[in-house]
């Protein structure tokens, strides 16, 4: 199975995300669209998703994955190849953002249904202006060039593919050091917000991807969260 064989590009639809959990398509399929009237990251939240960025999702068989949990964390790390391709300095903040000198540029949401994969990715590329309260930047905001969508997407499929043939065969163990050098907050005091909000250090992810949190009463494992500098 190669992601991108079949492909779906539209003007404008209300989530990539939904038109692939409600259609028939085959494994591999990608849909990609200019803009989304109801895009959505985590917890159901708004993606904003006006003209300019790039907003696909692909298909998968979760059945050729034994470890879905990192998902996220995985195409997070293809992302922020293909960003350190194009000349930037990414970083990933745990457990499925991608960003550039502290601001989000891009966002990843995995979901399964049965034995369908849907994994969408959200990027901020050509926008002129985001809104201020997001702290979200775009490439071009970032250095003044416009980027060839469909070039730029064609070249993170590459990546995408190359990464996931791997993630098959040898599973997030292989990820884990490389994705590690390249988190956000490592070593500092964060605040991770999950059913309540506990303090302490990021000191590692575990082997399945887990945020592993040094507090006073010993290391806190999260799979789920979000996690932020701890104010002073």
């Not at 050729?64 to 391709?85: C, D, Q, T």
């Not at 043939?165 to 907050?185: C, H, Q």
């Not at 040094?214 to 806190?220: A, E, L, N, P, Y």
């Amino acid at each position: 199975m190669r992601i991108g064989e079949f492909m779906l590009w539209f003007d404008e639809v209300s989530s990539t995300q939904d038109i692939l959990k409600g259609g028939r398509f085959p494994y591999g399929t990608v849909v990609v669209a200019n803009r989304q009237s109801k895009g959505r990251g985590r917890f159901g939240r708004v993606w904003h998703s006006q003209e300019g960025g790039l907003y696909l999702s692909f298909l998968l068989n979760a059945k050729e994955f034994n470890e879905i949990h990192p998902f996220p964390l995985v195409v997070g790390y293809s992302v922020l190849l293909m960003l350190e391709k194009e000349g930037f300095s990414p970083m990933l903040k745990w457990v499925n953002d991608v960003y550039i000198k502290g601001k989000k540029v891009c966002g990843v949401l995995v979901e399964r249904s049965k034995d369908k994969l849907v994994v969408g990715v959200g990027i901020n590329l050509n926008q002129r202006e985001l809104p201020a309260h997001l702290n979200a930047t775009s490439l071009y905001m970032l250095s003044a060039k416009t980027f060839d969508k469909r070039v730029f997407m064609l070249n993170l499929l590459n990546i995408f593919n190359q990464i996931l043939d791997e993630y098959v065969r040898f599973g997030f163990k292989s990820f884990k050091d490389r994705i590690k050098k390249k988190l956000l907050f490592l070593g500092q005091e964060v605040v991770v917000q999950s059913d309540t909000a506990i303090a302490g250090i990021f000191e590692d992810i575990d082997w399945d991807g887990g945020l592993l949190l040094r507090t006073s009463d010993g290391i806190v494992k999260f799979t789920a969260g979000e996690v932020s500098l701890r104010s002073l």
